[in-house]
């Protein structure tokens, strides 16, 4: 999750912005062990958000990394 509106140009192949209006189900914090739907690192209020930069990257990184092994 990213800060809202910080992805808003995004334009990329298989990534989808969600926006306003829009609703996502995530677990309850204390949730770190499944079964179901668990935190691999639980949200703090330190850390709240992903820094969408890094993000967009790390996503960049990866849907190159495929386009070269299906090209």
Request: aromatic content about 4%.
């Amino acid at each position: 999750m990213v800060p809202p509106g910080s992805a808003a140009g995004w334009d990329m192949p298989l990534v989808r912005v969600l926006g306003r209006g829009s609703h996502v189900v995530v677990p309850p914090v204390h949730r770190v062990m499944g079964p179901g739907l668990c935190w691999q690192i639980p949200p703090t209020r330190e850390r709240e958000w992903t820094d969408p930069s890094r993000l967009r990257a790390a996503l960049r990184t990866a849907l190159l990394s495929e386009a070269s092994r299906t090209a």
